[in-house]
């Protein structure tokens, strides 16, 4: 266990909707990234959020937005839902800003279906 | 472009046999290469970092070897058992920059060892 925690753990939902993932980071890290991972893929990455503040971004269009707190813990939404955002949506934590020598400690990941 | 590819896609071994997945990048500035266990539906657990300088990396059973001149990596299972079924996601880490583009992953290697 990496002491990350995603939910829910499933989530099933249709075209158009609206959906928020939470993400408990391992206690003590301040960073946390967000991945999608379609299937037979490697992950893709969201975007990452250090002490509460954006702090890169990837590929994705303004309908996947983010969100962290006081406690580091962190949301992902995504609105208007696509046949496509069905993938795992994986969380990870690590300390100071995910420095190249910190490791990333991935939670068990949000299954999403689209229908 | 800063890619990593691995090989084989799939691999189907017995149970009690070595098998060794390969890794090559092409990713620059090159900060660390780390590889990722994944079982089905589950997130990525790191087994090994390798820094520029390390040529070779044990993990129990498993052993990762680093060759930052011709960029390539290798990770080998020695005896392998039933819960190694899972896929291996090579990921190489950027130095510097942002968050973005920080950490390129591998679409993994997909091994299924039968009794």
């Known amino acids: 266990e990496t002491g990350v925690t995603q939910s829910p753990t499933h989530l099933i939902k249709t075209r158009g909707q609206q959906v928020t993932l939470r993400c408990s980071s391992q206690?003590?890290?301040?960073?946390v990234s967000w991945y999608q991972q379609a299937l037979g893929q490697g992950p893709q990455f969201i975007f990452q959020y250090y002490r509460e503040e954006e702090n890169g971004r990837g590929n994705f269009p303004p309908r996947f937005s983010g969100l962290q707190f006081p406690n580091y813990s962190s949301e992902l939404n995504v609105n208007a839902l696509e046949l496509d955002d069905s993938a795992l949506y994986l969380c990870a934590s690590s300390l100071s800003g995910g420095a190249s020598q910190e490791t990333q400690y991935f939670g068990p990941g949000t299954r999403l279906l689209v229908l | 472009k800063n890619q990593v590819e691995q090989s084989p896609q799939s691999l189907i071994i017995l149970e009690g046999k070595n098998c060794t997945l390969q890794c090559n990048y092409t990713v620059s500035p090159f900060s660390n290469l780390r590889w990722y266990k994944q079982d089905t539906g589950r997130g990525p657990v790191s087994l090994t970092i390798m820094t520029f300088s390390e040529n070779t990396k044990s993990n129990g059973r498993y052993t990762a070897t680093l060759d930052a001149d011709t960029k390539q990596s290798s990770l080998h299972i020695t005896a392998s058992q039933l819960s190694d079924s899972a896929s291996y996601i090579c990921?190489?880490?950027?130095?510097?920059?942002?968050?973005?583009?920080?950490?390129?992953f591998g679409t993994g290697t997909l091994l299924a060892v039968q009794p």
């Open positions: 206690s003590g890290h301040n960073t």
């Open positions: 990921v190489v880490i950027r130095l510097g920059g942002g968050a973005t583009n920080k950490l390129i």
